[in-house]
């Protein structure tokens, strides 16, 4: 990867130049059996789409701060990389009262109405499906993101030194984000392009967020993203392995 990224929208722009047809981020649910596999431009084209979200619908400027009360999930990851790109705080399970914009699933709507700015929410249905009925005060992300721009380019430069994610109650610029992923990577398994590794942490830790999305990211690797990973039986965790060729376990 690029030596000179400095924020995790660096490393997914580095990604994408490098090999764009690559999968980077698989996601399987093992309470619904869904199974969505998205390459570096799939993922990249989310990420866009989202980002122009925020800061065009959604007003969202740099250093605002915005709420995801979000589950490990390939739509989260989508949000986190989106954040990074527009210069917002990715609070990872925050304060809605306290932050500029939230953004929620499905399970958290009710904790969501505490945020007095823009809310939306996320029905995480496979295929990114949306609601059946929009939640009353909040957008539907599923209806209001396809019709966003495929390309996005913030309208201030992010800083890196500036705060770019706060999880369980610690804060990270963005370049920290990116040290601690490209420290952290070789304890983690992944060695470099090729890595790919298998992660059942929520995303309510840091470990988690790495294991789960910034490592691979930094690294030239891939991750298999699970949740519900406990009802999967271990036969069945073994076959996953060899057929999503792993070559690392976060468990």
């Given at each position: 990867m690029n030596a000179t990224d400095r924020t995790p929208a660096d490393l997914l722009s580095s990604a994408l130049a490098a090999d764009p047809g690559r999968p980077l981020v698989t996601f399987y649910d093992d309470a619904t059996g869904e199974r969505v596999e998205l390459s570096v431009a799939t993922f990249a084209n989310w990420?866009?789409?989202?980002?122009?979200?925020?800061?065009?619908?959604?007003?969202?400027?740099?250093g605002d701060r915005v709420a995801l009360l979000l589950p490990a999930h390939w739509q989260t990851a989508v949000w986190l990389l989106a954040c990074a790109?527009?210069?917002?705080?990715?609070?990872?399970?925050?304060?809605p009262g306290a932050a500029d914009l939230v953004v929620s699933g499905p399970d958290t709507l009710?904790?969501?109405?505490?945020?007095?700015?823009?809310?939306?929410?996320?029905?995480?249905?496979?295929?990114?499906?949306?609601?059946?009925?929009?939640?009353?005060?909040?957008?539907?992300?599923?209806?209001?993101?396809?019709?966003?721009?495929?390309?996005?380019?913030?309208?201030?430069?992010?800083?890196?030194?500036?705060p770019a994610l706060i999880v369980a109650g610690r804060e990270f610029s963005g370049a920290e984000v990116v040290e601690r992923a490209r420290a952290e990577a070789p304890g983690l398994g992944l060695t470099g392009p090729g890595s790919r590794i298998l992660s059942g942490l929520p995303y309510d830790t840091w470990e988690g967020l790495n294991a789960g999305l910034y490592a691979p990211l930094a690294t030239g690797g891939s991750v298999v993203?699970?949740?519900?990973?406990?009802?999967?039986?271990?036969?069945?965790?073994?076959?996953?392995?060899?057929?999503?060729?792993v070559t690392a376990l976060a468990r």
């Amino acid at each position: 990867m690029n030596a000179t990224d400095r924020t995790p929208a660096d490393l997914l722009s580095s990604a994408l130049a490098a090999d764009p047809g690559r999968p980077l981020v698989t996601f399987y649910d093992d309470a619904t059996g869904e199974r969505v596999e998205l390459s570096v431009a799939t993922f990249a084209n989310w990420v866009a789409k989202t980002a122009n979200l925020l800061q065009d619908e959604l007003s969202a400027e740099p250093g605002d701060r915005v709420a995801l009360l979000l589950p490990a999930h390939w739509q989260t990851a989508v949000w986190l990389l989106a954040c990074a790109s527009v210069g917002v705080v990715a609070d990872v399970g925050g304060q809605p009262g306290a932050a500029d914009l939230v953004v929620s699933g499905p399970d958290t709507l009710e904790a969501a109405r505490a945020c007095s700015g823009p809310r939306v929410a996320l029905a995480l249905r496979p295929l990114g499906g949306r609601f059946p009925q929009t939640p009353e005060g909040f957008a539907d992300y599923a209806v209001e993101v396809p019709g966003q721009g495929d390309r996005f380019v913030p309208y201030a430069p992010v800083d890196p030194e500036e705060p770019a994610l706060i999880v369980a109650g610690r804060e990270f610029s963005g370049a920290e984000v990116v040290e601690r992923a490209r420290a952290e990577a070789p304890g983690l398994g992944l060695t470099g392009p090729g890595s790919r590794i298998l992660s059942g942490l929520p995303y309510d830790t840091w470990e988690g967020l790495n294991a789960g999305l910034y490592a691979p990211l930094a690294t030239g690797g891939s991750v298999v993203l699970c949740r519900h990973l406990e009802r999967l039986a271990p036969e069945a965790l073994d076959k996953r392995v060899e057929s999503e060729r792993v070559t690392a376990l976060a468990r």
